[in-house]
């Protein structure tokens, strides 16, 4: 048998890259009715893959005039908010990607046209809670344009049990009102004390829980103190407000071997459990996730700094997962995206993914048990 | 799981704490209290000593006791060398296949004899090998990065590595790769380091571990 010598290949992000660069080559050579067919082109295209709210990149909103037009004809009286999470920054001498990366996420939100009402950061500014790499995010996030709402995550707490976080971003747990929804912002990944009797450095505390897999820390959990002053914060709201709880970690119980997990989960969803329409949003997880316990609707985030895959055992039924990030392609996976908060308090999820083309997890598809919008299924699912 | 190498040379050192005369200790020990009945006991090493007194009626506990004792002093002497169970409780590493089932005579043949201790030994030595690639995979500095990136950044436990798609055709590398072609990629790119040379037992250990997280998983060699 005589083999022939392989043909030259263009890798699928080579050639995915290369038409991208086409479109937008072609882009500055256009007259403007040949400019509006383009762009409508590749609105149809986001759409055919079932995307209906202004998504962040591929069509450039920011000259087409198009974003807007879409922004206001879905806005229905609702609104809309952006979110960066987890960057989990080193110091700059130490490790430039994540910074870049981190920068990349606020260059994409700040193009937004029309701007979001408010940008959440969803926790794990740091990679190791260090000084430096607190005040590096916080120096970054500075150039958001919209109003910043930070969280808490774990890899910024368990050096100096959060000293410094404070310091430079304020009080970890707090609610706001923006539009007739109540928010609440919880810090959800507190850990019962494994580090007093190994007789731990805070760098070792740190170090431990900065490992998503290392067995050694604890679950987290919302706690008893927390879950008291959350009762309290929504004891004057009627069944009706619509509700919007951040958490860094799941408000549910998936696989506890990562902490893709919240212990007291069951006893804060039963706080949540007398209103209407509740919607969690979480990071930590680094993933297209979705969810529904009765009334209460979760989406996880994507982070900026690399993707996590999914856990062998626990998944929701409701998840669509995204496909298997591609190693080649070094920025795949990642993202950050926006929320349209409809007046009845449901959300439509947009993960807006640099490398590939936004995927949205409609309010209908969760609301319907996943019978009506689902969101386009994976090729390369995760194994 | 937890390992007792050392252990197991104590036991064998133990019984000289019933030994009597004190004729087992190399050098008569000189207590402050003047009271020379006591008994040195020496660990196989020859220098970690416990001095204790003498006892005419030894019981297993007493035994157990200098035992410990010894052990305390060695550990403190050798703080690494808990390193499997240290690994290990952080990480849990999946165990090898049992062979239990292998001790016995057989058939008589030389392979269809084996006893207990050649089990033991096979699954101590193949699972310390896998415990320490878990310490490679976690470890940014170990791996070489320059910009603290370790394995387990990306793969939780080894998750989406699939040893057992290999080897497959990759176009980015222009050729089909085995696992410890991607371990190596994955260590100049993401990870940002030097690629390790194909015999570097760093390398072997990375493998061996990604192997034993995907234990009873189907071979798919080709599979994307």
Known sequence: MKFKRIPH????????????????DDLRHLDRRQFMKVSLGAAGAAAAAGVTHPFHSFLPVDISGIGRAQAAESADGGFRFAYISDSHLYARNINDRFLRQLLR???????????????????DLAQLGQKEELEIGAQILKEVKAPLRMMVGEHDWYLDMGEKWRELFGRETYSFDHKGVHFVVLMSVNEKDFWSARGMTPMERMSTVAGLDNAVQSPFEVGAPQRQWLKQDLAKLSRDTPVVVFSHSPLYKLYKTWNFWTDDAEDVQALLQKFDHVTVLHGHTHQVLSNRIGNIHFHGMLSTAWPWPYAPEGMPPLTVQMNRPNPFDPNDGLGDGSVQVHPDGLVDKLY??????????????????????????????SY | MRMSIIFGALLLVAPLAFAGDGNSADTPQQSPLGVDDRIDVLLCDNETKVSIARNDSPTR?????????????????????????????KHDVVPPADNSGLVGNGQGSTYGRVTAQDVATWERETYKFAVRGSEVFHSGDELGSSIAVSCDMCHPRAANTHPETYPKFQEQLGKVALLRDMINWCIEHPVRGEKLAQDDPKLRALEAYILAQRKGKTLEYGKH
Request: charged content about 25%; cysteine-free.
């Open chain 1, 105 to 123: 996420a606020v260059d994409d939100i700040n193009a937004l046209d029309p701007q979001p009402d408010f940008v959440l950061y969803g926790g």
């Open chain 1, 9 to 24: 290949i263009k890798s699928v992000e080579t050639r995915f890259v290369e038409q991208r660069q086409a479109l937008f």
């Open chain 1, 352 to 381: 807006s993914f640099w490398n590939r083309n936004p995927m949205q997890v409609q309010a209908s598809y969760l609301a319907s048990g996943g019978r009506k919008d689902a969101p386009p299924r994976p090729l390369a699912a």
């Open chain 2, 61 to 89: 506990e007493s035994g157990q006791q200098v035992s410990d004792a010894l052990m305390a002093q060695w550990k403190a002497k050798h703080p690494q060398q808990d390193w499997v169970e240290i690994e290990n409780e």
